[in-house]
């Protein structure tokens, strides 16, 4: 029962970062943007939180650290795109293979450092429950925060006037522009949230999660977030859900890795991945679910006035 | 105020210069970072643009590094050509690489009567083989499923390389290794032809060239070749035509796959003898900024195919020479890409001054 029970608690931990990121990269995505760079912004604040974190000693500096270093390297990509008109696919898989590259570059001081460890954390009273205590209330902040992100982003997009605005330049840019909706500074701002929110994803992977910094430590995990949010059909809810059923089948197979299951570890460790080749085949499967859930301008770029 | 106008019709000047002035950009980042760095920046440049040209020796290395690249950003033009985001070139390599391994491994331990030039092409044979079975996953997937080809590819380079760690780290170790996760070396025999005596530039180079030249014939000699790249600019436009989209998408695959595997397979019997965990230099990943920078035109890849690889010569220089870390030739790649994209605006856009209204 209590191994079930530490097993939920190691799931919640895992799909905390999915989800932080894939929140982020639906908001970007809800304004019509695709930011293929999840995986280099994630890299890049991942090295920047570790640096952080190293040097001040605190970690909610390095996730401020995370996210603003997510942030400026969005605002680069959002930049090109919809000032200067750049293929978004293009762009995105250059700041990937730039991310990658730089935080090799400015961690090659850290690799090897350890941090101070930032103590456990739990909920007062709560923690003590039977079986609950121990799933749910013994985690870091950030794991609450993630799921109080997704009732924000879920508030925000169908419940204010801003989110309904971010929605219709997604889907009619044209219309937006037309009805003097400034398009351009909208999805700006709405990549900068998703690169702030993949900073911070970035950022708790490497102070809190691993804690260390190893080059391309963030193993896939943009592209994964990037494929999460096709399997929640863009929707906040379904991300959190889609991110924990990750979380649980990486920490499955590490559970059973750790039992000494006669298959080779590498088998183990491809689940990850090629779950989320299942999932996106299941959920692709019928092209009319994915056409009318996506934002129906995705990918494409706008010029006014062109 | 500065704005930005639709040209009429896209400039073609701007096309060439774009990928120029990209590499001018990067040279200047690359002369700051070394003056931040606090290296000498005349040195720190002349490690990586001058010294892999010097001598003859250094040629064939720039050959030899380039000849991976070439293969795989031919196929990854032909895809993006076709509007066919295959980005998991780097896979494809990694299993042509297990492929060509693989049957290198088994003419070591079971010899037959073939020299190297007998072996060369069941070698080419082999990786062709197993990288095209790699993309045709994506392809299949794709089509049968209308699973994204991006992520779908992307993540088949993770699982490949965890196969090919099972690999070196299982069945397919030395026995007298170590314990150290890497095959044997392979016999003689199984190596490729090398071109100049004592030079490890070998027949793949060659290969290349000539892939390339196949390449160019079908893309602008062909009528199936012109039908998958009306599928790119102006998908309806190629359906109302009658092309099928789902041959683009097999095509382009299977030939990219074909291709980046082809790499995998004569860098592993080439230059390392021997099945490793790290058989790629991140190749797949680089051959994406070739074919950009190169315009997606084979002739365009071949010569940013020797920038790239002067790049990564250099990033290996500049750490044995300089004591900067390798990794600088990531960033310098990434700055390279970044620019160019947006060089790139102006030839669909041009500059205008216009006073405020």
């Known amino acids: 029962m209590n191994q079930v029970a530490l097993l939920l608690a190691a799931t919640l931990g895992a799909g905390t970062p999915l989800a932080i990121g894939s929140l982020g990269l639906l908001v970007n995505e809800r304004s019509g943007v695709l930011n293929l760079g999840a995986e280099g912004v994630m890299l890049v604040s991942a090295v920047t939180g570790f640096a952080a974190a190293y040097h001040s000693g605190n970690e909610w500096i390095a996730f401020l650290a995370g996210a603003a270093a997510g942030a400026a390297l969005a605002a680069v990509f959002g930049w090109l795109v919809i000032w200067l008109n750049t293929n978004q696919y293009a762009t995105g898989l250059a700041v990937s293979l730039f991310g990658a590259g730089f935080s090799a570059f400015v961690g090659t001081g850290y690799v090897g450092r350890k941090l101070e460890s930032g103590g456990e954390h739990s909920v007062p009273l709560l923690r003590d429950l039977p079986f609950v205590g121990t799933a749910l209330f013994r985690q870091h902040p950030m794991v609450y925060l993630a799921m109080a992100l997704a009732g924000a982003a879920a508030f925000f997009l169908y419940r204010t006037r801003a989110g309904l605005v971010l929605r219709s330049v997604g889907e009619s840019p044209e219309s937006a522009h037309a009805l003097g909706y400034p398009v351009r500074r909208i999805r700006l701002a709405a990549v900068m949230v998703g690169g702030a929110l993949c900073g911070l994803s970035g950022a708790y992977l490497s102070v809190v999660y691993a804690p260390l910094w190893v080059e391309g430590m963030v193993a896939g995990r943009g592209w994964i977030a990037l494929a999460l949010t096709v399997f929640a059909t863009w929707r906040p809810a379904r991300v959190l859900l889609g991110a924990y059923l990750f979380g649980g089948v990486t920490m499955l197979q590490l559970h059973l890795q750790a039992q000494g299951v006669q298959l080779p570890p590498q088998f183990m460790s491809m689940t990850p991945y090629v779950a989320t080749i299942v999932v996106l085949v299941l959920i692709s499967r019928n092209p009319l679910w994915i056409r009318v859930n996506m934002p129906a301008s995705l990918g494409k770029p706008f010029f006014p006035g062109s | 105020m500065i704005r930005l106008e639709a040209r009429p019709s896209p400039s073609r000047l701007a096309g060439i210069l774009s990928p120029v002035i990209a590499l001018v950009i990067t040279v200047g980042v690359a002369a700051v970072l070394f003056l931040v760095l606090g290296k000498d920046p005349m040195r720190g440049l002349s490690v990586f643009l001058v010294t892999p040209w010097n001598g003859v020796r250094a040629l064939t ?224 990943f680089t051959a994406i900024i070739v074919a950009f920078v190169g315009r997606l035109h084979p002739l365009g890849c071949v010569l940013s195919s020797v920038l790239l690889a002067m790049f990564v010569i250099g990033g290996e220089l500049a750490q044995s020479r300089i004591g900067l870390p390798a990794a600088l030739t990531g960033v310098f790649q990434g700055v390279l890409l970044f620019s160019l994209l947006a060089c790139d605006t102006f030839i669909q856009f041009r500059l205008r001054w216009r006073a405020r209204a």
């Open chain 2, 61 to 284: 290395e720039l050959g030899l590094k380039a000849t991976p690249l070439i293969l795989c950003s031919l196929g990854l033009a032909l895809c993006f050509r076709s509007n066919v985001w295959n980005i998991g070139a780097e896979g494809q390599f990694l299993i042509g690489g297990i492929f060509g391994g693989g049957l290198a491994l088994l003419v070591t331990v079971h010899p037959v009567a073939l020299d190297r030039w007998g072996f060369f092409p069941l070698l080419v044979l082999a990786g062709a083989l197993g990288g095209a079975l790699w993309a045709a996953v994506v392809a299949l997937l794709r089509d049968r499923f209308n699973a994204n080809e991006i992520l779908v590819s992307l993540m088949m380079v993770y699982v490949a390389d965890l196969l090919l760690s099972w690999l070196v780290f299982g069945p397919w170790r030395d026995p007298k290794g170590f314990n150290f996760p890497q095959t044997m070396s392979f016999a003689a025999a199984t190596g490729v032809p090398r071109l100049v005596p004592g030079m490890r530039l070998n027949l793949g180079f060659p290969l290349a060239l000539l892939v390339a030249v196949a390449t160019w014939l079908f893309l602008f000699r062909t009528y199936r070749g012109m039908q998958l790249q009306v599928g790119g600019p102006a998908p309806r436009a190629a359906r109302y035509a009658g092309f099928s989209s789902r041959a683009a998408l097999w095509i382009s695959l299977l030939v990219s796959g074909g291709l980046a595997g082809i790499a995998g397979a004569l860098e592993v019997a080439g230059p390392m003898g021997q099945l490793t965990p790290y058989v790629s230099n991140g190749y797949g």
